[in-house]
């Protein structure tokens, strides 16, 4: 499956489990470590644990499987790796102090 196309398959089960802010980053040409960063957040740890569960799920589904993931137990950052894709789902404060969006304010958003 082509990276960008389970991009948007993650992206369509965070809108889903009501994932707040989604942003799909390309990374292509810019980054060795991964085609696509999709990135939102949550209210709560159970809410980015749903989140983190509905995408493995349905990217799993889809014949993509997850690589690595950290943080579900602390909850406040949860990061799962495809390989070509990596999922950051942050509570508000986490999202706002990395502001990855802004380090990687080159990238297109998809």
């Known amino acids: 499956m082509e990276a960008m196309e389970a991009a948007k ?7 889903d489990k009501m994932g707040q802010d ?25 809410h980015l644990r749903a989140m983190a569960d509905e995408v493995e799920q349905k990217l799993f589904q889809a014949g993509v499987k997850m690589h690595h993931s950290e943080g579900y137990s602390g909850g406040t950052w949860i990061l799962l790796d ?11 404060e986490e999202r706002e102090f990395y502001g990855l969006e802004h380090v990687w304010s080159d990238a297109k958003t998809i």
Do not use: P
Request: aromatic fraction near 10%.
């Open 9 to 15: 398959i993650a992206q369509a089960a965070l809108d």
């Open 22 to 46: 989604i942003q799909v980053l390309d990374l292509r040409g810019l980054s060795n470590v991964a085609e696509f960063f999709v990135i939102a957040s949550g209210n709560n740890v159970n």
């Open 82 to 92: 495809f390989g070509s894709i990596l999922i950051h789902l942050f509570n508000k």
